[in-house]
């Protein structure tokens, strides 16, 4: 799921309309990879904050500094319907791609 959200990103036609969409899309792929290396780690996780605190502890050397900083921007659009500029949410779907990139890598690894 996470591969046909980001594909479906990296196609969409991102505009000042539709970016504050596609930030938590974006968000979502990071987010399921995350959660794919707790599960494969034996741990079940139920929300966000979980998934850094557990991470942090089993990658010390991980920075989850912008994961933390994805997560609240992606909480301001879905649960107070905040609008994020277009530059700035093109360049968080940039790094969240980037760092999400970095994790797959760490999920095969324990596949």
Do not use: W
């Amino acid at each position: 799921m996470s591969k046909i959200k980001e594909n479906t990103i990296k196609n969409a036609d991102l505009n000042k309309h539709n970016i504050s969409a596609y930030v938590p899309m974006a968000y979502d792929c990071l987010r399921e990879i995350l959660e794919g290396i707790c599960i494969m780690k034996g741990y079940k996780v139920t929300n966000h904050v979980c998934i850094e605190k557990i991470l942090k502890s089993k990658y010390p050397n991980i920075s989850f500094y912008e994961f933390n900083r994805f997560r609240k921007i992606r909480n301001r659009i879905n649960y107070y319907g905040q609008m994020i500029e277009f530059e700035q949410g093109k360049e968080m779907i940039e790094k969240i791609f980037v760092f999400k990139s970095k994790m797959e890598e760490l999920l095969l690894e324990l596949i």
